[in-house]
Nanobody
Framework: QVQLEESGGGLVQAGGSLRLSCAAS????????MRWYRQAPGNQRELVAT?????????NYADSVKGRFTISRDNAKNTVYLQMNSLKPEDTAVYYC??????WGKGTLVTVSS
């Protein structure tokens, strides 16, 4: 069983930055992949970023966030991060952390004002 807890969401103006954190209840060394999803009101949940591998790992991003968001992991802290720069109003959503395709956190709300 893996428990995940997201934090770092909030209200930010367009063009600003936020860093989301996802703290896991177990060591992340053997957990791959780790993913960030988001869900905007009225929309389906969409995959934002993926990191695979135990170390720095391989990363993949949705086209809508490529070049603006960065996923990373700190195995010593059992935490995965999502650095979000140049935020846009359309990035407004609840952001969820996911481990091994089946474990989910409760989400953290990001609101980007124009």
């Amino acid at each position: 069983q893996v428990q995940l807890e997201e934090s770092g969401g909030g209200l930010v103006q367009a063009g600003g930055s936020l860093r989301l954190s996802c703290a896991a209840s177990v060591s992340l060394v053997t957990i791959s992949p780790m993913r960030w999803y988001r869900q905007a009101p009225g929309n389906q949940r969409e995959l934002v970023a993926t990191i695979t591998g135990a170390g720095a790992g391989n990363t993949n991003y949705a086209d809508s966030v490529k070049g603006r968001f960065t996923i990373s992991r700190d195995n010593a802290k059992n935490t995965v991060y999502l650095q979000m720069n140049s935020l846009k109003p359309e990035d407004t959503a609840v952001y969820y952390c996911n481990a091994l395709y089946r474990y989910w956190g409760k989400g953290t709300l990001v609101t980007v004002s124009s």
